[in-house]
């Protein structure tokens, strides 16, 4: 497929119409010449007309699919998305690319010991026993420079407000073990297992004759609760919030306050550069900037999380005079974070269980190498669907260009602003023709955990190596951040691009033979580029600098919109008793909404241009708006609606098509819901874009 940049508008669109038709009169019986209207609608079979719309437009478009499947079955877009990752598996372990191949022999190779690959572990990383704070700081940077971050983390960061990369000393922490072991104090018991298991393990490795020695066992589980105690510590700075004291900066984790950011430069990252054995033995703001600041470009962390880590009694410094529980622990971190690759822990379990844990762990560790090696069948899954994709983009793109151009609740100046904004959005689509440079390489005689170990490096280097200005990088920051293989379609406002993946240009989820279809995954497409003016991709200008263009009135307005639309679903459950979470959700309910706005708009003007009116537009209406509910067909369980709940920042299925649903005029008109309980009157009705 060809990689699609569109960052100009198509001159001379079309004007189309607003998505709402505010009209109760419409003709109902079909002028002469006119298409027949259809005795049925093509999701029939899906339906359950015993359900109210007013009370259930979800159940009563796709009931009769429920009463035939049981919870957890897929739905529409998880079918088709299982059969495309199912296509790139398949892709990657028939390809002929010779980094493919060395991967698929070390995934299907019998499992080497714990114990051996543990030893792989130690003897590539070297870590030496600290005797003293500089040497320490010395072994961390070692594991930094190899792309591992216990203790302290030295990553690329970018800023928002100037878009300059720096190279930035942070927390360490591998996130997701911490989170994940740490929720709940039942499973500490099972975390402790796993550190004591590691650790029991390094030593039979590293000094067997400590394991025989009179007290190990006690000895042991007071290391244990020393690495506990190091991780909570971490997990408990990490969640502690940022500056919050400009309302603007809520909730955006990369966002700083550092004055060399104001100045974009690029850097060459420093080696084997450590201030090591210069540096005093005591724990410092003057120590850690000696060890870690060994070049003008890096800087430290000044959030008030970071400043609480270094700084507070009994934190980072105070661990870090603990020597033994220090090495323990980086020694711990450096076999925990390429744990996922020892085959030995998955006995019991199936090659082909085995072998997909293996590649969510590949991903986990470097998109950018996946991709590579998927291009080829991504690239054909996406291909067809490209030049539709992007002609659709450009389509929403006038669409909304008109709605902004005729809003009244927005001053001149802001319309402005947004206008500018949008014309200045750029579509990326599909898979490139060539990704970004970046190779990797592999010994051959690599096991499958050295080369993990080789991959954090590499991917580590070339992270660095493509700093710079982000407007001069744009392109290789999505190659390396993002998962081309998933479902799935996203806006990064720091950068204003919008980013459509392979699968969701697919045959089965954008065919080029049902328009119906191809709408409904329109609402898709510019629920991503409305993302541009939700709650907050509206701080961001066209450039994706962090900078409040709006006006103090049209700003009001639009927080008392958002007000509006986060009280709309808070009339709503997330599950059976729990009431769903409108303010968390908001910025995806307002993506929903404008997504739909647009998309409905464009294939109701398609359709008035095609000559239908009165019963047959009517019906050709119908259809988009039970399609869009199929759209979001899936059936959760309880317990993952739970889950959701807590860690998904999206509404359930269900609340995405009915509280959508309800701020369309023509939707109440289409399906005659003059009441029930998602009944909303005109006034309530949110409008924004």
């Not at 003007?605 to 869009?628: I, N, P, R, S, V």
Request: proline share 4%; hydrophobic share 40%.
């Amino acid at each position: 497929m060809k990689w699609v940049l569109a960052a100009t508008l198509i001159s001379g669109a079309s004007v189309f119409t607003s998505c709402v038709d505010n009209s109760i009169d419409n003709p109902v019986v079909p002028e002469p010449g006119e298409p027949a209207v259809p005795d049925h609608f093509i999701n029939e079979a899906l339906m359950d007309k015993t359900v109210k719309p007013g009370d259930d437009f979800y159940m009563y478009a796709l009931g009769t699919w429920f009463k035939s499947h049981k919870e957890g079955d897929p739905g529409y877009m998880e079918s088709y998305g299982a059969i495309n990752s199912n296509e790139v598996e398949k892709g990657l372990f028939a390809s002929d690319n010779p980094l493919a191949r060395h991967l698929v022999r070390n995934i299907e190779a019998p499992a080497p010991s714990f114990n051996e690959d543990v030893k792989a572990v130690l003897d590539y990383l070297d870590i030496q026993k600290p005797t003293g704070i500089g040497m320490l700081l010395t072994e961390i940077g070692k594991l930094q420079d190899k792309g591992l971050n216990p203790i302290f983390s030295k990553k690329v960061d970018l800023h928002m407000q100037s878009h300059s990369c720096q190279e930035i000393v942070s927390r360490g922490f591998q996130t997701q073990l911490v989170e994940y072991f740490l929720e709940s104090k039942k499973i500490d018991v099972l975390k402790s297992s796993y550190i004591k298991y590691i650790l029991t393990t390094i030593d039979n490795v590293a000094d067997p004759e400590r394991t025989k020695a009179a007290g190990y066992e006690a000895e042991l589980e007071e290391r244990v609760s020393a690495i506990l105690a190091e991780e909570q510590l971490i997990y408990a700075t990490a969640h502690d919030g940022g500056d919050t004291s400009d309302s603007d900066r809520q909730g955006m984790w990369n966002v700083r306050d550092i004055p060399e950011y104001t100045e974009a430069r690029s850097f060459a990252r420093g080696r084997a550069t450590r201030a090591g054995g210069g540096v005093e033995d005591e724990v410092t703001r003057e120590t850690l900037e000696e060890a870690f600041h060994p070049m003008a470009g890096a800087i430290f962390d000044e959030s008030p999380a970071f400043k609480k880590y270094v700084e507070q009694k009994g934190g980072i410094t105070t661990v870090l005079k603990t020597m033994d529980n220090c090495y323990d622990y980086l020694r711990y971190y450096a076999v925990m974070s390429v744990f996922g690759y020892m085959k030995a822990n998955y006995a019991g379990k199936s090659e082909e269980a085995v072998k997909n844990d293996i590649l969510a762990e590949l991903k986990k560790t470097s998109l950018f190498l996946m991709n590579k090696l998927n291009a080829d069948v991504l690239r054909k899954m996406g291909q067809a669907g490209a030049d539709r994709c992007l002609t659709m983009l450009e389509k929403l793109r006038t669409v909304f260009r008109q709605r902004i151009e005729t809003l009244d609740w927005l001053s001149d100046a802001t319309r402005q602003e947004a206008l500018k904004k949008l014309e200045a959005m750029q579509f990326f689509v599909g898979m490139p023709d060539n990704l970004s440079e970046g190779e990797f390489t592999l010994d051959e005689g690599n096991t499958l955990v050295e080369d993990a170990l080789s991959i954090i490096a590499q991917n580590e280097a070339i992270r660095h190596n493509m700093c710079g200005k982000v407007e001069q990088h744009v392109r290789a920051i999505i190659d390396y951040e993002s998962d081309y293989s998933v479902r799935n379609a996203s806006y990064a406002p720091d950068m204003n691009c919008l980013i459509i993946l392979p699968q969701f240009i697919s045959e089965g989820l954008f065919p080029a033979d049902d328009e119906y279809t191809q709408y409904v995954a329109a609402t898709v497409f510019a629920h991503e580029m409305t993302h541009g003016f939700d709650d907050n991709g509206a701080k961001y200008d066209e450039r994706g600098y962090l900078r409040n263009w709006w006006s103090s009135e049209s700003k009001a307005k639009f927080e008392a919109k958002q007000q509006e639309m986060i009280a709309l679903y808070n009339r709503m459950e997330a599950y059976p008793g729990q009431p769903a979470d409108g303010k968390k959700t908001l910025g995806e309910n307002m993506a929903d909404y404008g997504g739909m706005t647009l998309a409905y708009s464009l294939f109701k003007q398609k359709k008035m241009d095609e000559g239908l009116q009165g019963a047959a537009l009517d019906y050709a209406c119908q259809e988009f708006f039970l399609h869009y509910a199929k759209l979001w067909l899936e059936y959760p369980t309880l317990a993952k609606k739970k889950v959701l709940y807590l860690t998904d920042v999206h509404s359930i299925p269900q609340n995405r098509v009915n509280v959508i649903v309800t701020l369309f005029d023509d939707w109440y008109r289409l399906f005659n819901v003059t009441d029930g309980k998602l009944y909303l009157a005109p006034e309530k009705r949110v409008q924004i874009w």
